[in-house]
């Protein structure tokens, strides 16, 4: 079993920044790839980007490209998504992910763990 619980999420203007973190517990965190999804209000659950377990590989949506970093830190347990020119399309709960395999994976179904998710309000 792995727990994971996001941080990091709040309001910001459009164009601005934001760090979400995901702290991971429980099993082995090397193990798993681990992506980040995102949820709109209405909208279904879509897939931002994701990061295998050595770091090596990162995959990202085309929305988000250029302008999210996604990272981790294996010694700390911890994924992070690094948002910069926040848009109001951006607003949504995101969630971290993870997924005992090398490399991440672009759906849902292929994650095993998920955390409670965290709010991103981007004003215009």
């Known amino acids: 079993q792995v727990q994971l619980v996001e941080s990091g999420g709040g309001l910001v203007q459009a164009g601005g920044s934001l760090r979400l973190s995901c702290a991971a517990s429980g099993r082995t965190f090397t193990n798993y790839a681990m992506g980040w999804f995102r949820q709109a209000p209405g909208k279904e659950r879509t897939f931002v980007a994701a990061?295998?377990?050595?770091?090596?590989?990162?995959y990202y949506a085309d929305s988000v490209k250029g302008r999210f970093t996604i990272s981790r830190d294996n010694a700390q347990n911890t994924v992070y998504l690094q948002m910069n020119s926040l848009k109001p399309e951006d607003t949504a709960v995101y969630y971290c992910a993870a997924r005992r395999s090398v490399v991440g994976g672009l759906l849902g179904s292929e994650y095993e763990y998920w955390g409670q998710g965290t709010q991103v309000t981007v004003s215009s």
């Open positions: 990061i295998s377990w050595t770091g090596g590989s990162t």
